[in-house]
Each structure stands twice: as structure tokens, then as C-alpha cells.
């Protein structure tokens, strides 16, 4: 049997804000999501020209073991890490091997809880998964659906497999002027966090249009046309007021 291969997009040697402490981050490449405010348009198509085996692209992050304190690791996001299942599973086997930490940065697409044998190779990748960071796009069913174009209910299958597991969780959510930065809807979104299993941080991050000119390059329209950047000062606020108190309780 030929050894399973990733199609990765970049990497970065020296991440911050993906997890805790320094992170080694392997950007995936293809994606089923088309959210209305990705800025990595690039990454949605599954191309096949950077290959590598899960050996190499972990022998290329652990160069950078020394940087890894205060629990740092590597970081698997894309993209969508669990549209090359198999590849980040050995990636992360690799790691707790040498006792690095892993986060497994996703949106839960795709998810497949009625398929025995997926299932069966998502438990093997959580066994070596340190932590998920779950990108929460939206509480409501219809409303995640005109965000994101997804169901979901994959999603809410994702969360109750981690629960089964026991794998802690930070919940991500990008914060949009006039679209996910109302009261109500942050309200219904600490209501949601509620649900969510060993849950231990919550971060609110604020929408940029720093991506916007990669539509244009690709021929693409960008749906989110004239929205401005949202005021970071003003979503450090808004998670401050709605999560700040639950991430010290926890």
C-alpha cells in the first residue's frame, strides 16, 4: 500500500494566535466551505502540487521543537484538515510520538458520522488530538447556511464525537460588522458555547478585508462587497463582555 500523502498550502514556522503558545501551522489545501468573509479563497480547491508524506511534514515542523514552550505544538488547520483525514491522523500520530502537542483547527466539514469506517479513522485522529479549536460560524441553522453554504448538522455530529472523546476545545467565531456582531446574536452564541463540551477558551476575531483583492485575482465576486474591517477595539469589547467572564470560570 502507497503511504498516504497531504496537499498542503503553506506553512507557518512561528504562529501565535492558533493555539497555545508557539505553533508550527500546516495550512491544508481544499475546502467544501465557501464562507462569505474566507480570505483564503485559494485554499477551496483541492490541488495536488505540493505533496508530502506525513514523515516529512512533521520532521519539518519538529525543527522548530525549541521554540515550543508553554504547550506549544503544531497546529493543523486549512483550509479543511479533515478533507485529508488520514494524512493529518498520521501527522498527529507522529507528533505524540515525540510528546509534541497537537489542535486540530476546524469547521467540521466534511463530517461523515452515518459512514462506520470514517468514523472509524476520525476516533484514531482524535486519540492523538490535544485539543480542537472549533471554528463556530453561526448558531442557527438558516443563517449558517446562507454564511457558509454548509449543513449544520455536520457540525453538531463533530461536537458530539468530541464530547465522546474527551478532546478540551476553544471555540473561534469571526465577528462581522452587521452580520455576527448584534446582542442577540452573541447572546444565542453564549448560549450555544454552553452546549459544547470542555469548552476552555472562547475568542472573537475580527473581520478583515485584507483577503479581498485574492477574489478579484481568482476571477471571483466577493460577497461581502463594501463591509468594513470590525473595529478591533470594539470586538475585544464584545468578547469581553460576553465571554471574558466565562473563560475565567472555566
Not at 26 to 43: D, K, L, S, V
Not at 84 to 112: C, G, I, N
Amino acid at each position: 500500500m502507497s503511504e498516504t500523502l497531504g496537499y498542503i498550502h503553506s506553512v507557518e514556522t512561528f504562529g501565535l494566535v492558533d493555539g497555545p503558545g508557539v505553533r508550527y501551522i500546516i495550512f491544508m489545501q481544499g475546502c467544501a466551505m465557501r464562507c462569505q468573509y474566507c480570505h483564503n479563497p485559494e485554499t477551496w480547491a483541492f490541488t495536488q502540487d505540493t505533496a508530502k508524506t506525513p514523515q516529512e511534514a512533521f520532521s519539518a515542523a519538529y525543527r522548530y521543537r525549541n521554540y515550543w514552550r508553554n504547550n506549544g505544538g503544531i497546529t493543523i488547520s486549512g483550509g479543511e484538515p479533515l478533507r485529508q483525514l488520514d494524512f493529518v491522523s498520521e501527522v498527529f500520530r507522529l507528533a505524540h510520538a515525540k510528546k509534541v502537542q497537537t489542535a486540530l483547527d476546524t469547521s467540521a466539514q466534511p463530517f461523515a458520522p452515518d459512514d462506520a469506517e470514517w468514523m472509524a479513522r476520525f476516533d484514531k485522529l482524535l486519540a492523538n488530538t490535544d485539543l480542537v479549536l472549533f471554528d463556530v460560524k453561526h448558531e442557527d441553522p438558516d443563517d449558517y447556511h446562507a454564511l457558509t453554504g454548509g449543513d449544520i448538522r455536520r457540525p453538531q455530529a463533530f461536537v458530539e464525537a468530541v464530547r465522546k472523546a474527551g478532546v478540551p476545545m476553544w471555540v473561534r467565531h469571526v465577528v462581522v460588522p452587521g452580520l455576527t456582531d448584534g446582542e442577540t446574536h452573541l447572546a444565542a452564541l453564549w448560549a450555544y458555547v454552553e452546549t459544547l463540551p470542555r469548552v476552555e477558551r472562547v475568542e472573537l476575531l475580527s473581520y478583515h478585508t485584507l483577503g479581498v483583492g485574492k477574489y478579484a485575482a481568482l476571477g471571483r465576486p466577493y460577497s461581502l462587497e463594501g463591509v468594513p474591517d470590525m473595529d478591533k477595539t470594539r470586538c475585544a469589547a464584545l468578547e469581553e463582555k460576553w465571554f471574558q467572564p466565562w473563560n475565567r470560570r472555566v
